[in-house]
């Protein structure tokens, strides 16, 4: 998505918006005017998908929630500075500033910053450590993690190298980046896996992917701690929890807005 549009820019050309246009509460203070005008723009790039290449104008008003009057107006504002084009057909699509912003988010993006955040609430929620792992080569590394809160727990430090063979992280990086076979069939199916003391039998753990653009396989998010604590039935019972951070960090990863589905 290309959510960081400079408020300057689209103030600078939205304010010939009429009061029509914007909600009753804003049309006595001048100063919001802009602000409803940059957040119905920043609706309109976000209708866009990697599997919407374009899209009709009554799909866009759809989307947004806004009048196809104001959705046009907005979108030809848009294009007066190439973040939309219109097609021969008349359908819109995002056009070379928009690909810019995308391309500089990539370039500046860190993915620790996103990621954190995360797994401290979800360590919080759990009371159990928190860990991001992603593919390398054989391995996985483990990129970024919170410790719990507990005085007994499980310990891995980040930058360490694991094997992907053993253990749930390991495995369903396996399992999402297409290994045949069992037990890879059914974590697919399930969409998470619980491993029982498998690289250390005093560990247990439940883990889930995470996704990022175009659906890529980004790292596995994991919640573990010592097998005395967490039983398979107690690892179960975290499912919720390990399937919502994975749902969140992929949404992040992917550039949607929060509560938006990926």
């Known amino acids: 998505m290309f959510r960081p549009i ?37 609706r309109i790039l976000e209708a866009f998908g990697v599997e919407d290449p374009h899209l009709s104008l009554a799909e866009l008003s759809r989307r947004t929630g806004c009048h196809r009057s104001t959705v ?26 928009a690909g810019w912003l995308g391309a500089c988010y990539q370039a500046t993006f860190n993915i620790v ?17 928190a860990t991001f792992y992603v ?17 007994i727990r499980h310990h891995v430090r980040v930058g360490a190298a694991l094997p992907l063979e053993l253990g749930s992280p390991g495995r369903v990086l396996l399992a999402f980046s297409g290994e045949p076979g069992e037990p890879y069939e059914s974590v697919r199916r399930a969409g998470y896996m619980v491993s029982l003391g498998e690289r250390d039998p005093e560990v247990s753990s439940i883990s889930a992917p995470v996704y ?24 179960h019972e ?25």
């Open 72 to 97: 046009l107006r907005l979108a030809r504002t848009l294009a007066m500075d190439d973040y939309l084009a219109q097609r021969p057909d008349g359908t819109w699509r995002l056009a070379r500033a």
């Open 212 to 235: 990022g653009i175009n659906w890529a396989l980004q790292g596995a998010v994991c919640i573990s701690g010592p097998i005395s604590r967490l039983g398979e039935s107690v690892l």
């Open 113 to 129: 910053e996103v990621v954190q955040p995360i797994l401290r609430e979800l360590s919080a929620a759990t009371g159990e450590s």
């Open 6 to 42: 400079q408020y300057e820019f689209i103030q600078r050309n939205m304010f010939h918006m009429t009061n029509d246009d914007l909600p009753p509460e804003s049309t006595d203070a001048p100063s919001e005017e802009g602000v409803v005008a940059v957040r119905r723009a920043m």
């Open 135 to 151: 593919r390398e080569g054989k391995q996985r590394i483990c990129m970024a993690r919170v410790e719990g809160p507990r005085s």
């Open 238 to 262: 975290l499912k919720e929890p390990i399937l919502a951070a994975a749902s969140r960090l992929s949404r992040s990863l992917m550039g949607a807005r929060q509560g938006q589905g990926a």
